[in-house]
C-alpha cells in the first residue's frame, strides 16, 4: 500500500505549474498563516553554493552532535524517501508525523498556487519548530536569494560552499551572476564561511556582503586546510589542529571538512 505521506506529496505537487518557480511571496504566505514557525525555530546555520553542500552540512552535523547537541537538519533532494529530507533532533521524521505535517500544510494553504518545494519547506520548518533542539541545519534547495529557505531574518551562521555554473536556466548564465543569487542568504552582521572560490564567484560574493554588512571568514584568509602525512590540517586563528581524514575519498572532501571546522570552530568564538 502507498504511504500517506507519498499521496499527499503527489497532490502537493499540482499546486503549481511549475516545478521551480523562484520567489518569496508564496512562502512567506503560507508561513504566515502557519503561525510563522520560521520564528521559533533553534539557531540556524544556512548553507548555500554549488558543490559540497551536503557532506559539510554532514559534518557540521556531526561535530555538534558529537558536542552532545541536538541538531534537525533539512536537506534535498532525497535519494529513496522524501523523509530523508527532515531530521529532527537525529531521527528522520516519521511517517505518522509527516503525514500531518503535510495535510496541515496543505489545509493551511487553502489550495493556493504554491511549489512543492515551498510547501515542503514550510511543513519541515514548522516540525522543527515543534520538536525541542539545539540547532538548525538548513540547505538551499536553488539559488539563495529568492529560495524557499531564506526565510530566516537573522541565522546564527551562514556558509557559502564553491560555486560553479549551474541551473543557469534559474540563476543566470554566468557565474558572478549565480554567485550573487548564492550570496543572496547573506544578512546584516551574520558571519558566512566561505569555502575556495573562482575569481568572478567570490568578487560577487564580495560584493553582496560589503553591500548588506555580512563579516566574510574566507578560506585562505581567515582559515585554511589541507592534507599533510595522511592528516587533515586546519588553521585558523585560535591556532593549528590535526585530525584525521575524512572517511569520504578526495581533495574536495578536505575542502568540506575545513568549511565544516569553520563553523565548529567559529561558532565557540562569534566568528561564525
Request: proline fraction near 6%.
Amino acid at each position: 500500500m502507498t504511504p500517506g505521506s507519498d499521496r499527499v506529496l503527489e497532490r502537493l505537487m499540482s499546486l503549481h505549474p511549475k516545478i521551480i518557480d523562484l520567489t518569496l511571496g508564496r512562502v512567506e504566505r503560507l508561513l504566515a498563516a502557519l503561525g510563522h514557525p520560521e520564528r521559533r525555530l533553534p539557531p540556524v546555520i544556512h548553507v548555500a553554493g554549488t558543490n559540497g553542500k551536503g557532506s559539510t552540512i554532514a559534518m557540521i552535523c556531526a561535530g555538534l552532535e558529537a558536542g552532545g547537541a541536538r541538531v534537525h537538519v533539512y536537506t534535498s533532494p532525497h535519494l529513496a524517501r522524501f523523509h530523508e529530507r527532515i531530521r529532527l533532533a537525529g531521527e528522520l521524521v516519521s511517517e505518522e508525523r509527516l503525514l500531518a505535517l503535510l495535510e496541515h500544510c496543505e489545509e493551511a494553504n487553502g489550495g493556493a498556487p504554491i511549489t512543492f518545494f515551498e510547501i515542503t519547506t514550510a511543513a519541515a520548518m514548522l516540525a522543527m519548530a515543534e520538536t525541542p533542539a539545539e540547532w538548525v541545519l538548513l540547505e538551499v534547495g536553488l539559488g539563495g536569494r529568492l529560495d524557499a529557505t531564506n526565510v530566516i531574518d537573522r541565522p546564527r551562521a551562514c556558509v557559502i560552499t564553491p560555486v560553479s555554473l549551474d541551473h543557469q536556466q534559474y540563476l543566470g548564465e554566468t557565474l558572478p551572476q549565480i554567485a550573487f543569487e548564492k550570496a543572496g542568504i547573506l544578512k546584516p552582521g551574520v558571519p558566512c564561511v566561505v569555502g575556495a572560490q573562482q575569481a568572478e564567484a567570490w568578487d560577487a560574493i564580495v560584493a553582496r556582503a560589503e553591500a548588506v554588512g555580512a563579516p566574510l571568514v574566507a578560506e585562505g584568509m581567515e582559515w585554511q586546510v589541507w592534507e599533510e602525512h595522511g592528516r587533515l590540517a586546519f588553521q585558523d586563528g585560535a591556532g593549528l589542529i590535526d585530525l584525521p581524514l575524512p572517511g569520504l575519498i578526495g581533495r574536495h572532501q578536505v575542502e568540506n571538512a575545513g568549511m565544516a571546522l569553520a563553523v565548529l570552530r567559529g561558532l565557540g568564538t562569534g566568528e561564525a
